[in-house]
């Protein structure tokens, strides 16, 4: 992580710039200069980093929004770093062909659809919680680019998978 950033990286910022190395590699964009990693090594890069930061000491999981504990916001477990982190699992699983994306991706969305930021009879996506409450009530802001990183990583896997299950969740979501 750049050291200009460490106060205000939060793991959904880093996980939005993973997304356009995997554009990169996806649409087979010139590789960067030799010396340089590739644009999958990059996403790579991102996805090891904020799984070594899987949080299972509070909530049952997730990741915290920030990354560093002085940054106000490290106590809330939300959508956009968790759904960004499932998306960019379920993006690599379908790149790569490796399983255990696949699997993270799964684990994340496990997380996900048994936490109180989805409700799973309405289909409500809600923006993050407090773990610091163990994660027992939401904030029901809802944002539209939340349920935009599911349905795309719901995608993703589905692609890489073919499971109905997936596919399912993404119509109940749109």
């Known amino acids: 992580m750049p050291s200009n950033q460490t106060l205000d990286e939060g793991n959904d910022d880093q996980v939005f710039w993973s997304f356009t190395a995997l554009d990169a590699a996806e649409l087979k964009f010139p590789a960067p200069p030799a010396g340089s990693p590739s644009w999958i090594a990059m996403a790579q890069a991102v996805f090891n980093t904020q799984a070594a930061r899987w949080d299972e000491s509070t909530c049952g999981g997730g990741l915290r929004w920030q990354v560093y504990q002085v940054n106000a916001g490290y106590n809330y477990k939300n959508v956009a770093a ?93």
């Open 82 to 174: 968790n759904g960004g982190f499932f998306q960019l699992a379920s993006r690599l699983a379908r790149y790569t062909g490796n399983e255990t994306y696949s699997q993270w991706a799964e684990k994340a969305w496990d997380w996900f659809e048994t936490s109180v930021l989805y409700d799973e009879a309405t289909f409500t996506v809600f923006d993050g919680t407090n773990d610091e409450q163990n994660c027992t009530s939401a904030d029901h802001t809802q944002w539209s680019y939340n349920y935009g990183l599911y349905m795309n990583g719901l995608a993703y896997l589905y692609n890489h998978v073919s499971s109905a299950l997936a596919i399912d969740d993404a119509k109940a979501l749109r």
